[in-house]
């Protein structure tokens, strides 16, 4: 029976790759099985690969491929002469009559659907042997925007059958494997959306860096996607937290950050197939492209199209401008996460002290390895043939073009781009660490500098100076003993916290707020109450700079800091995160921007203003209230409930009832919708006075230093008395014995946060012995300590500690 030339979108699946190419059988099968969860997708149709075969085999081309392969891979020509003269033969080609008249048939009817005499349609290519899981061929063909007339079309449809031989195209299936005459192409005719008025972008069902897998993550720009996948401009990134997704009344979006978009792809104009870039308005620059009910549209249909396919997906979507309605227009199996074990990793660790660190240039983090080597800066394809295998690879940004040279790359640094770009998605799928969206990397970084890229430290990369010393730890969570003693992890930075989703953690026993305002947020959160009150003009510039966007001052902080809490949260959920309130120190505080003009010097601030003092003092209680609002939206409007609040350097019991009468004040009441408050233990008081703390509080956790700095006297801060600061101090292990007794005396949990029992086995083995209910550790330390722990327990002879 013969083969049709043409297949409606709803006509296939995804079980006719082999027909329509594993883009067009992905778009049928949306368009087939998913409208009935909203996804929409828009209308067209494919050609078949019964109707390449037939136009190859009408021309005569096949011979002429396998001549002129077979002279380039025995080296008698090269890649660049090969291509252009295998993209010749189907240039110069001419359609079957049978398959022109049935592209111009399926296109009219096409055309009457939407109403029009003749529709504007994409025209994307199609390999048979593209988007599967072992495999992407993302950018490897052509694809043609805004194509208008039955010439157009067909002339579109040319290119794209030369476009299976793209440069890039033969050296990809050379790399993979793939024979070039048992690849088909097919392509897609699908009514063109005008993003080119509204905005598109790519998403992913799963973290594409750390492989997050209840995560969506979404990019963003204004107009055509092309600008987002090529890393022409910095995007916009949200997060949404899947297992929320179906919670009434919440909003689980965990992230929200406003790229630069400096610049959007539109259309050339007059019909034209062609496209060009145009500067965004300042208007759009400060924006975010999506509203909060689109992301979550967005993230819905990412989680109805994962669970249709069985695996992650990478998706592309676009939103009409002129309907303001939301397309997906493309997915496909994500293929780099999807394959790494949940259970093995390697991790990658700089040994060179933090003074031997001289940044020169920092951006998006793709991986998670450090490279070393010298700086080849490429500005333009012409230049690729300059590149020396094994160099670090340095240009603006990169398209398909540039995969051959990205695979001899040690690394790949670019000025342009975001986590989704071009650069970014390849260079996942060939394992190089890669820095993206640098903005200057080409301008500071100088051809045969020796630099270290790191991809080690969080979602920002960082690009070193010299060749800087590191290691490797290879780690198999499968063979890590169980501990009755809860293990957490302390964790400062959001980014970070989805780098260690994988350790086997009972939750966050410290998260510091801290890091959050000082890294994210910088300004100080007195100074965008009492805004009057900041005299430094530099800082006021600063702020409304920081704060443009937002309708007031203070919704900047309070959106930043619930956004930063909720990242790092999600990973962990339904698990403890204990949230610690701001405890900077007034010399801390005043460094933070328009800080000078709220915080008074101070001769000693280790024991001044510091912690539950400052809460319900006037001279920082409204900012206080801002730390409030955002973790009241972090549990109720994102909704993780699983975050605990606590209240650090508590000195009384009468502070105590202070505090949380003002945390109650701005919606945060102890035992109302399960919130809990715990308190740190860190002040001698807190241990003398544990069992009427113990009333007012869900649990303790014990802060070591600042434990030992009070009861030896000894300033943690001080050089000169280093020798004298130790945890396995006498009076201090019985205090903290002392402590943990009471607790459980009192019914209530405590737990331990600090390096101590990383640092010393036997330190560990004594909080075992007493009975701790938890450990918290730094991440790095987590996987060494949990033996130490586990032979504790062991050697204690089966002891359980006594409240769980």
């Known amino acids: 029976m013969d083969q049709p030339h043409v297949l409606w979108f709803h006509e296939a699946g995804r079980a006719d790759v082999a027909q329509v190419g594993g883009k067009n059988a992905s778009l049928g099968e949306l368009t087939r099985a998913l409208a009935d969860s909203g996804v929409r997708v828009p209308e067209g149709f494919a ?72 529709a504007a349609v994409a025209v994307r290519s199609s390999a048979t042997a593209e988007d599967l899981p072992e495999a992407s061929f993302a950018g490897q063909q052509e694809t043609f925007l805004n194509v208008v007339g039955e010439r157009a079309l067909l002339q579109a449809c040319l290119r794209c059958y030369a476009s299976l031989f793209t440069d890039r195209a033969i050296s990809y299936r050379e790399m ?81 950050s406003r790229g630069a978009k400096a610049q959007k792809m539109v259309y050339g104009g007059g019909g034209s197939a062609r496209t060009r870039l145009v500067a965004t308005s300042g208007r759009e620059q400060r924006s975010l492209v999506l509203e909060d009910r689109e992301i979550l549209e967005l993230a819905r249909w990412a989680v109805a199209v994962e669970e249709h396919y ?58 998670d390895a450090v490279a070393v080597g010298e700086v080849c800066v490429v500005r333009n394809p012409s230049e ?34 975001g986590p989704t770009s071009h650069a970014a998605i390849v260079s996942r799928e060939l394992g190089v660490p890669a820095v993206v969206g640098t903005g200057t990397a080409t301008e500071v970084l100088a051809d045969g500098q020796a630099v270290t890229v790191s991809c080690a430290e969080g979602d920002q990369g960082h690009v070193y100076d010299g060749a800087l010393a590191y290691e490797t730890e290879e780690v198999d969570l499968g063979y890590l003993p169980q501990t009755r003693t809860a293990l957490m992890v302390n964790i400062a930075s959001p980014a970070a916290a989805f780098r260690w989703w994988r350790l086997p953690a009972a939750g966050v026993g410290l998260a510091r707020m801290e890091f959050i305002i000082n890294n994210l947020i910088r300004i100080h959160p007195m100074a965008l109450v009492h805004p009057g009150q900041v005299a430094d003009d530099g800082d006021r510039q600063l702020i409304r700079e920081l704060t443009s966007g937002y309708a007031e001052p203070q919704e900047y902080f309070v959106d930043t800091l619930a956004l930063g809490i909720a990242k790092l949260a999600a ?133 070591s230093n600042d434990l030992t700095q009070l009861l030896l006297g000894v300033d943690r801060d001080s050089g000169q ?83 769980t």
Request: one cysteine or more.
């Open 310 to 367: 069985g695996c992650p997906m990478d998706m592309e979507w676009a939103k009409d401008g002129l309907t303001g309605e939301l397309f997906m227009v493309q997915a496909r199996p994500e293929t780099v996460q999807a394959r790494r074990s949940t259970t093995r990793f390697t991790l990658y660790h700089l040994t060179a002290p933090p003074g031997a660190l001289r940044l020169l240039a920092a951006g998006a983090a793709v991986g």
């Open 571 to 703: 990973p962990f959920h339904p698990q403890p995160v204990i949230v610690r309130l701001s405890d900077f120190k007034t010399n801390e505080y005043a460094h933070l921007v328009g800080g000078s003009a709220f915080e008074p010097p101070e001769e000693n601030p280790m024991i001044g203003f510091r912690g539950a003092a400052r809460y319900y003092d006037p001279r920082y209680r409204d900012g206080f209230a801002l730390e409030c609002r955002a973790l009241k939206r972090v549990r109720g409007q994102i909704g993780l409930e699983n975050v605990v609040v606590m209240i650090p350097f508590c000195r009384t019991p009468a502070e105590a009832d202070r505090v949380l009468a003002v945390m109650a004040e701005n919606g945060l009441v102890r035992g109302q919708d399960g919130l809990q408050v715990y308190m740190m233990c860190e002040v001698p008081s807190n241990v003398v006075l544990a069992e009427e703390f113990a009333t007012r509080f869900d649990g303790f956790s014990i802060g």
């Open 384 to 417: 690729i043939g300059s590149f020396r295998d094994g160099a670090i690879l340095v240009t603006e940004m990169t398209d398909p073009d540039w995969v051959p040279v990205m695979r001899r790359a040690a690394a790949i640094v670019t000025d342009h781009g």
């Open 47 to 118: 050609t078949t690969a019964a109707a390449y075969w037939a136009f190859v085999e009408a021309n005569g081309i096949g011979p002429g491929i396998a001549r002129l392969l077979g002279r380039y891979r025995d080296g008698a020509a090269s890649l660049q002469a090969t291509g252009e003269a295998v993209r010749a033969l189907f240039l110069e080609g001419r359609f079957p009559a049978d398959f022109a008249q049935a592209v111009r048939e399926a296109y009219r009817r096409l055309s009457d659907e939407a109403g029009q005499e003749r």
């Open 176 to 256: 993979k494997g793939f024979g070039h005459l048992d690849v088909a192409l097919s392509v897609g005719i699908q009514r063109m959306v005008r993003s080119d008025m509204g905005a598109s972008g790519v998403m992913f069902s799963i973290d594409t860096e750390t492989g997050f897998p209840r995560s969506v993550v979404i990019s963003a720009a204004w107009g055509l996607g092309e600008t987002v996948v090529q890393g022409i401009v910095d995007p916009d990134k949200y997060q949404v937290f899947k297992p929320l997704l179906g919670a009434p009344g919440r909003i689980p979006i965990i992230e929200k």
């Open 721 to 803: 008395l280093a020798g004298l600061f130790d945890e396995r101090d006498a009076a201090v292990m019985r205090m903290i014995a002392e402590a943990i007794r009471k607790a459980h005396a009192a019914g209530i949990r405590i737990g331990i946060c600090g390096q101590a029992p990383s640092n010393y086995p036997e330190f560990a083995a004594f909080l075992v012995g007493e009975g701790i209910d938890s450990i918290s550790l730094n991440p790095d330390s987590f996987l060494r300590t949990l033996p130490v722990v586990a032979e504790a327990e062991a050697n204690a002879g089966g002891h359980t500690p006594p409240h």
